[in-house]
């Protein structure tokens, strides 16, 4: 069966502390995987894609065939990251996005 | 970047009526819309991906008779809620791939509905 896992609901940590937000995908074939990401009273936005390679506001992920995993990460948070994080790999003829339950990082001061 | 609005942001409505909720994209055309739905402190749900000039494709589950998708045109989408019972109330949310974008989903703000 096909889905994508985010093992965990929270993730709290003090500013400048390093963040990886994980990711596990199961799939056939090769699907486009993405992080998308929603802060308090926003709409849900793309913050990166795997297929891109970028750095996005100093987040980065890479995506580990060998491990089905797209692991988001940041080397030092920032209080203005603190929002809820969804992985979603995206499949088929219309790229349909499949979201993961998401993670609520929280970046203290 | 691209935007997407829905009209209304929100509604309340009585047990039985039925409610359209209006996706579109503002700035370009969208072939191909999607409608999601995501309860509170829960994760977005695909119910249906709407094609411009064609039947919507329901996920599995999803009521098609109960939650009808129009496409008519490349700017806009609409869901309609029949016959809304309370276990409808829900947020609604819909997106918009934009072809120039890499294809891209752009997301509007999402309606909440109550159903009383």
């Known amino acids: 069966a096909q889905r994508v896992t985010q093992p965990e609901k929270l993730l709290s940590v003090f500013k400048g502390a390093p963040v990886e937000l994980k990711c596990n995908y199961s799939?056939?074939?090769?699907?486009?995987l993405f992080w998308y990401v929603q802060y308090s009273r926003q709409r849900l936005q793309l913050l990166l894609r795997?297929?891109s390679r970028e750095s996005i506001k100093g987040f980065t992920a890479d995506l580990n065939k060998g491990e089905t995993s797209f692991h988001l990460k940041k080397p030092f948070a920032q209080e203005e990251d603190s929002a809820m994080y969804y992985c979603?790999?995206?499949?088929?003829?219309?790229?349909?996005?499949?979201f993961g339950k998401g993670i609520t990082l929280s970046v203290r001061p | 970047g691209a935007v997407v609005s829905q009209h209304p942001s929100w509604v309340i409505c009585k047990s039985g009526t039925s409610v359209k909720i209006e996706c579109r994209s503002l700035d370009f055309q969208a072939t191909t819309m999607f409608w999601y739905r995501q309860f509170p402190k829960q994760s977005l749900m695909l119910m249906a991906t709407?094609?411009?000039?064609?039947?919507?494709?329901?996920e599995q589950g999803v009521e098609k008779d109960k939650f009808l998708i129009n496409h008519a045109s490349l700017t806009l989408s609409t869901l309609t809620v029949t016959s809304a019972h309370p276990e409808d109330s829900s947020f609604y949310i819909c997106?918009?791939?934009?072809?120039?974008?890499?294809?891209?989903?752009?997301f509007g703000p999402g309606t909440r509905l109550t159903v009383l």
């Open positions: 795997h297929i």
């Open positions: 979603a790999p995206s499949t088929g003829a219309n790229s349909k996005l499949t």
């Open positions: 799939y056939s074939g090769s699907p486009e």
């Open positions: 997106s918009a791939r934009d072809p120039d974008s890499y294809n891209e989903q752009f």
């Open positions: 709407s094609n411009e000039g064609s039947k919507a494709t329901y």
